[in-house]
């Protein structure tokens, strides 16, 4: 025989004792089926009955006036995720419309900018002559006036010239289309009132920029920087140090003629800012070199 090889009589004895072995195995385990069948029944039980739908038995009434509720306590996720029920029960009908509007500010206060303006640009496509379109314009204008502002804004504001403005600018884009179509809406005075203000930070904005060419003496880029400013934001509270700074880059530049008619302006328009300058131009000599 073979080294190391079995005889037949070893070999079937190895058999027997491994199936005994596989059967005594399958004893001490068979006390465990039960409780996996249960396991599994459970599991399958649950699979098959989904989260109880609290709003299945609520009338459309019922929903709406919780989730208005909800935005009255300020509650303002809660409020936009019972208005998301109301809609997905209720696909049509009185309140669902009433809630498409309402679930803008809702997501709006609880700072959801993007589904705010998606839902105010939903409700504009599908109620086209609603009375209420005027706000939902609005509040287009409003989502994006108040988005990046956070808490600690007002009290630690940003140089407007390292501040991002995109969001600005299409605020200020939405009032003025707002403004342009419902000019005697309720919500055009706060508009206006707004968009002034916006003005201001994008001239603010300008004027940073040309002052950071002037004292780098880029005066061309300068002038025109604050030119802009002069054409383009009348009004603004910027607009005296705008001029002031035309006059003082146009005299580095040498063009006197254009210091001298920025400089009646300013005059003519801000006498006391005027003056200041003239001192300046006393004291400093900066417009004889």
Same mark, same amino acid.
């Given at each position: 025989? %073979? /080294? ?15 199936? *005994? ?6 004893? =001490? ?8 069948? /249960? ?13 109880? !739908?609290?709003?299945? =038995?609520?009338?459309? @009434? ?7 509720? +909800? ?6 996720? +809660? ?23 309402? &679930?803008?500010?809702? $997501?709006? +206060? ?13 409700? &504009? ?8 379109? !005027? ?7 409003? &989502?994006?006036?108040?988005? *990046? ?34 000019? *005697? ?8 009132? %707004?968009?002034?203000?916006?003005? =201001?930070?994008?001239?603010? #904005?300008? $004027?940073? @920029?040309?002052?950071?060419?002037? %004292?780098?003496?880029?005066?061309? #880029?300068?002038?025109? %920087? ?5 054409? =383009?934001?009348?009004?603004?509270? &910027? ?13 580095? /530049? ?11 302006? /300013?005059?003519? *328009? ?5 003056? #200041? ?7 400093? +000599?900066?417009?004889?070199?």
């Amino acid at each position: 025989m %073979r /080294l190391g090889a079995r005889s037949p009589d070893s070999a079937q004895q190895h058999l027997i004792l491994t199936h *005994n072995g596989q059967l005594e195995r399958m004893k =001490n385990t068979a006390h465990l089926l039960p409780f996996i069948a /249960l396991l599994m029944l459970s599991l399958t039980a649950c699979s098959n009955n989904p989260k109880e !739908d609290p709003y299945e =038995n609520s009338t459309a @009434q019922q929903i709406y006036q919780e989730a208005h509720a +909800k935005l009255e306590e300020d509650e303002y996720k +809660k409020s936009a995720e019972v208005f998301e029920a109301l809609e997905a029960h209720y696909p049509f009908g009185d309140y669902t419309k009433q809630g498409q509007l309402e &679930i803008v500010y809702s $997501y709006y +206060k609880a700072d959801e900018s993007p589904a705010a303006l998606a839902a105010a640009e939903r409700y &504009i496509r599908l109620h086209p002559r609603s009375e209420q379109l !005027d706000y939902a314009y609005y509040l287009k204008g409003l &989502i994006k006036f108040n988005e *990046n502002k956070g808490l600690l804004s007002g009290f630690l504001p940003l140089d407007p010239s390292k501040r991002d403005l995109t969001a600005d600018r299409a605020s200020y884009h939405f009032f003025e289309e707002f403004v342009r179509r419902y000019s *005697n809406s309720p919500y055009a005075a706060d508009a206006r009132q %707004r968009m002034a203000y916006l003005r =201001n930070e994008f001239a603010q #904005a300008q $004027y940073h @920029q040309a002052d950071y060419y002037y %004292r780098r003496g880029a005066y061309l #880029a300068a002038a025109n %920087r604050a030119s802009d400013i002069v054409k =383009n934001f009348e009004g603004a509270t &910027i607009m005296p140090d705008a001029l002031v700074l035309v006059v003082k880059a146009y005299h580095k /530049l040498g063009l006197e003629d254009l210091a001298a008619d920025a400089e009646r302006v /300013l005059a003519l *328009n801000y006498p006391e800012k005027d003056a #200041a300058l003239l001192e300046e131009e006393k004291t400093s +000599k900066w417009y004889w070199f």
